[in-house]
């Protein structure tokens, strides 16, 4: 077999390739077992049935067809190899021709990742927010603890803001009582915005048994974006109580003895909280630097299935989920559609591009994962997958999912590899030295982020 490769552009190649006949020959010989298996020729044994005689009843070309089908795998495989190529997706074949006896020629388009360069990057610098706690964000740390705590009691009085009433609901489109659109012994916390549109304005001043009806948008369900009509039947009102806010409640609240106790627990939550903000968010600045110090060619059918797999996924899952179509989401984020369009694409660049760069990093830095790193990623997404890491790590091996797994850990050390080279200073100047196994974690969680959402739409390894 002999091949050749042309360049067509940068993330693009054309391989030539010339197969001598006699390489064709295990493929013939399993081309005539399987039409042996699949025809019946009277006078001769299921499976015995001379190749001659296959020719002259069913004609050599489909022989030669399904031989062709059988070997056009293997000698691309062969040729990608011999060219080292560094294949993105399924290849364009063409066969130029076929000469029973003498040759098969045929050609193969196929993206490529293209070539990049690396640059110095230690020279980059990135500004994040400081860490800042005041007294006021811990009273408000406290305060929604004490929420949590509340207590409630029935009153004999007409509801009010803060209260918690106890409704029925039926919802009406059009004159008809929806199938998904009655209720009943639902707790609401008045002013809290978690129902109806309207219904804190239509249950306040209502005592126990009162009703009323009231028109709102759908948020979800069978009529979600519709106009309804909502009758709501208050069946109890009762009064939010907060406990004291004192030592006793420290006690009830957490494992502390004192209010003051509490408040410096708050305080060095709320700290941690703040410091891995401000990681995450050096993490994505210096990701941004990295990505306008490197030119990254996009190869275009890689960038249509990804922007398309996008769009699938909103659609077809996360749309889906919430009870909304596509016009109603972009009328909720006040977009257009083709806002929406640029913006997807946006995305995905960055992802295509932000994979690409991290590769190469990888590759440059000689960085490996160990089966530490990469069970403690696994466990991570577990989490946010709300799996258990048993069914996780079931679904991610049935899914040949392992080594985008171990990619997306390589890629988080090699963020973490740049941050680690950069200057970080926060908003009152001080360099900010970022702990190394939070830097990378949270690493590998940035590059999740502006990767594809979708394995099968991420460039394949």
Do not use: C
Not at 312 to 325: A, F
Not at 375 to 404: I, Y
Request: charged share 35%; net charge negative.
């Amino acid at each position: 077999m002999k091949s050749a490769v042309e360049n067509l552009n940068p993330t693009r190649v054309r391989l030539t390739v010339e197969v001598p006949f006699e390489e064709l020959k295990d493929s013939l010989d399993a081309a005539y077992k399987k039409i042996n298996q699949q025809v019946t020729v009277k006078g001769f044994r299921k499976g015995k049935i001379p190749a001659r005689v296959i020719d002259q009843r069913f004609g050599r070309g489909a022989v030669l067809e399904e031989a062709v089908n059988d070997a056009l795998p293997k000698f691309y495989t062969e040729a990608v190899n011999e060219a080292e190529l560094n294949v993105l997706g399924q290849p364009e074949v063409d066969i130029t021709e076929l000469k029973d006896g003498e040759t098969l020629n045929f050609t193969a388009e196929v993206d490529v990742r293209p070539a990049i360069e690396i640059p110095d990057y230690s020279g980059i610098e990135v500004e994040v927010d400081a860490i800042e706690v005041s007294d006021e964000d811990i009273e408000k740390a406290v305060e929604e603890l004490r929420e949590r705590f509340a207590s409630t009691s029935p009153v004999e009085r007409a509801a009010e803001e803060g209260d918690v009433v106890t409704l029925d609901l039926e919802a009406k489109v059009d004159g008809e009582v929806l199938e998904d659109g009655v209720a009943s012994d639902v707790s609401y916390t008045i002013g809290s915005g978690e129902l109806l549109e309207g219904i804190d304005e239509a249950v306040k001043g209502l005592e126990a048994g009162g009703e009323t009806t009231f028109t709102s948008e759908l948020k979800g369900g069978s009529a979600a974006g519709k106009e309804a009509e909502v009758t709501v039947k208050v069946s109890q009102v009762a009064a939010r109580e907060l406990p004291e806010l004192d030592d006793e409640f420290a006690q009830l609240a957490s494992e502390f003895d004192t209010l003051e106790e509490l408040r410096a627990d708050s305080r060095k939550r709320l700290e941690n909280m703040k410091e891995y903000d401000q990681a995450t968010q050096a993490q994505e600045r210096v990701l941004e630097k990295l990505l306008e110090l490197v030119e990254v060619p996009v190869p275009e059918k890689l960038l249509e299935d990804e922007i398309n797999t996008r769009k699938h996924n909103l659609e077809h899952h996360q749309l889906g989920q919430m009870g909304l179509d596509l016009a109603k989401y972009l009328e909720i984020q006040g977009k257009t559609e083709e806002e929406w369009d640029a913006e997807t694409k946006d995305a995905a660049v960055k992802g295509i591009k932000t994979q690409f760069v991290l590769d190469e990093l990888v590759n440059k830095e000689k960085l490996n994962v160990n089966q530490e790193e990469l069970t403690e990623h696994l466990m991570r997404r577990a989490a946010s997958s709300g799996m258990s890491p048993d069914q996780f790590a079931q679904a991610v091996v049935e899914g040949g999912q392992v080594p985008m797994l171990v990619g997306e850990v390589a890629r988080g050390k090699a963020l973490a590899v740049v941050v680690e080279a950069a200057t970080v200073k926060d908003t009152n100047g001080e360099i900010v030295d970022l702990d190394d196994e939070d830097e990378t974690e949270g690493s590998t969680e940035s590059t999740e982020v502006v990767e594809s959402e979708a394995a099968e739409g991420k460039p394949e390894a």
